[in-house]
């Protein structure tokens, strides 16, 4: 009963202090009535300064660190423009947007581009038509303001793993003049994988905020389409399977799978089965990461997942849309969510986790799965969810992944607080369903952990950069800086 009577008079003591004309109320009265994500603008940067200070403490490389790494196969020169300044330099008018899974005409770029734009999601399309993508491509890179910078997934998480002047980087994939000039010199490139001619690829970024007639971009974020059929097909796959013997890597990164899917289901059905066949001869002792994007396609998407490509990888990096993705096309859990909303729910996010290494990863003794470790990251923050025994020091990896979404966003080599802002929730639940953990992230070892089952979680909140200059990439800078900080583990629990 005083309890209650005490609460009573903190609120009515609440309720004084903002009729008599004072903007701010003691900490304690806000601590004890339990206002939610209450905090006064000094409060919220001693949360920024506090986390990344814990970062800056706790982040530290395993014991046993890679020393060669090989990456394959999607390379290309991305041309960053702003995406409203060039579709209105194309003459086209802003309208609906209506997503298409290929891209046949400007039109369908323009509804596509404002259908992600006013979700502030990330997607990439391909485009059908290579004569007018030319004509585009031409039209971006002569936009004013346009770069030029090394692209496509491979190449960018070899150029962050090259930035480790102690790790090997091998990479395979359609490297021309333009992209061969751009890689670091640390990055070895074997004489098949070197072509005549350069893949472009447009991207198409926005600002938060950013306005094209009735659409406004909630965040910050970037929309990518390229004609690219080099990358499309896979070309370089054998090449660098075929390379590994020479270069005996200790770990093997692959991406460039989504690309296949433009091609349409007659040519993705066959050289799928072909690239799962080039993948199973990389020898079982190295482990392989799969970095997933942007798809559309659910028999695609299954295709890899159960029968395909999934299993035979042991690490798996994907973004919000992309996991949604996987339980719809898998029909796994909150597959009937049409898309997120905000900030995904860390509850429904761990679900999703936990069903995709229950159903597809080596959780039981019996599996013939090799998937064990997922690491997810949307803009607010980063899980690691790994099947307990097989890979250590997920803590820091995690930490380290949100640190360079942070430093990077902003164009930085290091985090400034004043840059950036705590968007993560402070507390959240360990899953959507009963029965569930409350959780919370303390500022000061910002690392939450949490298990279910055999397998355990670690999340970590991201610093948002408040004026992002570059949003291409990142994806691939948190999944290489968060392998480079992994140790997989010589005792294998099964």
């Not at 433009?262 to 080039?278: F, I, M, N, P, T």
Request: proline content about 5%; charged content about 20%; glycine content about 8%.
């Amino acid at each position: 009963m005083w309890r209650k009577a005490s609460a009573a008079l903190l609120l009515a003591l609440a309720v004084g202090y903002f009729y008599g004309g004072s903007p701010e109320l003691p900490e304690q009265i806000l601590q004890y009535i339990g206002l939610p994500n209450v905090q006064t603008p000094s409060q919220s940067d001693s949360l920024e300064q506090a986390i990344s200070a814990a970062w800056e403490a706790l982040i530290t490389l395993p014991s046993r660190q890679w020393s060669k790494v090989a990456v394959g196969v999607n390379a290309c020169v991305d041309v960053v423009v702003s995406g409203v300044g060039l579709l209105q330099a194309l003459a086209l008018d802003p309208g609906t947007g209506r997503d298409h899974e290929v891209l046949h005409s400007k039109e369908d770029l323009k509804e596509t581009f404002i259908h992600f734009m006013e979700r502030g999601a990330a997607a990439e399309r391909f485009f059908s038509d290579e004569e007018v993508f030319q004509r585009i491509a031409r039209a971006a890179t002569e936009y004013p303001g346009a770069k030029l910078y090394v692209g496509g997934n491979a190449a960018l998480i070899g150029q962050k793993f090259a930035t480790y002047p102690d790790l090997m980087v091998l990479l395979c994939g359609p490297v021309g003049p333009k992209l061969h000039e751009m890689l670091d010199e640390q990055i070895v490139v074997p004489p098949e994988s070197l072509q005549e001619t350069d893949e472009f690829h447009l991207i198409l970024e926005y600002k938060a905020g950013e306005q094209w007639a009735s659409t406004q971009a909630p965040q910050a974020n970037r929309f990518i389409f390229s004609h690219d059929v080099s990358n499309g097909e896979m070309s370089s796959l054998e090449t660098f399977v075929a390379s590994l013997d020479e270069f005996q890597p200790e770990l093997v990164v692959l991406s460039g799978f989504h690309m296949m899917e433009g091609q349409g289901r007659e040519l993705w059905g066959e050289r799928l089965k072909e690239a799962v066949a080039a993948v199973a001869d990389i020898p079982k002792d190295i482990p392989i990461h799969l970095e997933l994007a942007s798809m559309t396609d659910k028999d695609f998407m299954n295709r890899l997942m159960q029968e395909q490509v999934l299993p035979i990888v042991s690490s798996v990096g994907l973004n919000e849309q992309e996991l949604l993705f996987l339980s719809q096309a898998g029909e796994g859990p909150h597959a009937a969510l049409a898309a997120w909303k905000g900030t995904p729910d860390v509850g429904r996010v761990s679900d999703i986790l936990f069903w995709t290494l229950e159903r597809h990863g080596r959780t039981e003794p019996s599996s013939e799965s090799e998937l064990t470790r997922i690491h997810f990251h949307t803009l607010a923050y980063h899980i690691l969810a790994t099947v307990d025994g097989y890979w250590g020091n997920q803590a820091a990896a995690v930490m380290a992944g949100a640190r360079v979404a942070s430093s990077q966003a902003c164009g930085l080599q290091a985090v400034d607080v004043s840059k950036v802002e705590l968007k993560a929730p402070l507390e959240f639940h360990s899953s959507h369903f009963e029965p569930r953990e409350q959780l919370s992230v303390n500022p000061e070892e910002p690392v939450t952990v949490w298990h279910r089952g055999n397998v355990t979680f670690h999340l970590t909140p991201v610093l948002v950069c408040k004026r992002p200059l570059r949003t291409v990439g990142l994806g691939d800078a948190i999944s290489a800086e968060g392998l480079v900080y992994s140790e997989l583990k010589s005792q294998q629990p099964f």
